[in-house]
């Protein structure tokens, strides 16, 4: 699987756009780029996912260069209640991968 | 739909005691399981998972096992448990319709004393 490199750690206040970006240099062609969110004594979640170019959905959109190298998670205005830790993964979207996650980055948003 | 149970929510075990999780799904057939363990502070430690009945991946090395008895039943056990091994164990699955997407449990937090 793509090695992954995020901030360790964003902050943020509320109303705010948060963009969250992720390195995978070594990602493969079959791969796929996820996102998740977890909060505090909580499972992840799973927040969304793209192959290339850009992916929205109610929650974030996700944007992808042309060379994949990289990826951005992006937040419109966020509150309070987005405070949580997003991880993202690369993997390949076939039965029985292992999936690893990365330390994250843990985003604080203030009043 | 789908949906992930797993339990007990919290446990406290004393060290040297055998620890028993167990975590089911419903809703899906020959789903991929996972068993994660997050220490505090820390990110996700995949520990095992499963593509099938009695087909178990270990991750790492340690003082814990995995068993798949039945296809949406995945159990995390250890004899003898250490003090490392506190922490939120979280169990997931994948597979079906929605092959691309992780769904985890509510977790278990154990606590080793």
């Known amino acids: 699987l793509a090695k992954t490199t995020q901030p360790i750690s964003m902050d943020s206040y509320e109303g705010q756009e948060v963009n969250i970006t992720c390195s995978h240099n070594?990602?493969?062609?079959?791969?796929?780029i996820t996102w998740y969110q977890q909060f505090p004594s909580q499972g992840p979640r799973f927040i969304i996912q793209g192959y290339k170019t850009k992916v929205t959905n109610e929650v974030a959109s996700l944007f992808i260069p042309a060379d994949r190298k990289s990826s951005t998670l992006s937040l419109p205005r966020v509150s309070l209640s987005d405070t949580a830790v997003y991880y993202c993964?690369?993997?390949?979207?076939?039965?029985?991968?292992?999936?690893?996650f990365g330390a994250g980055t843990r985003l604080f948003v203030k009043a | 739909s789908q949906t992930i149970h797993q339990w007990p929510a919290t446990l406290v075990q004393p060290v040297g005691s055998p620890l028993s999780l167990e975590c089911t799904v419903e809703?899906?057939?020959?789903?991929?399981l996972y068993w994660y363990r997050q220490a505090a502070g820390r990110g996700l430690q995949l520990l095992f998972y499963?593509?099938?009945?009695?087909?178990i991946s270990s991750e790492v090395p340690q003082n814990l096992s995995a068993s798949r008895p039945q296809d949406r039943q995945f159990i995390l056990s250890s004899k003898k448990l250490l003090l490392s091994d506190s922490g939120f164990y979280l169990c997931?699955?994948?597979?079906?319709?929605?092959?691309?997407?992780?769904?985890f449990g509510s977790g278990t937090q154990l606590s080793v004393l």
């Open positions: 499963s593509v099938g009945i009695g087909q």
């Open positions: 809703g899906t057939s020959n789903p991929n």
């Open positions: 070594n990602i493969a062609t079959n791969d796929y």
């Open positions: 997931a699955w994948r597979g079906g319709a929605t092959n691309e997407k992780l769904f």
């Open positions: 993964l690369v993997g390949v979207l076939t039965g029985g991968f292992k999936t690893i």
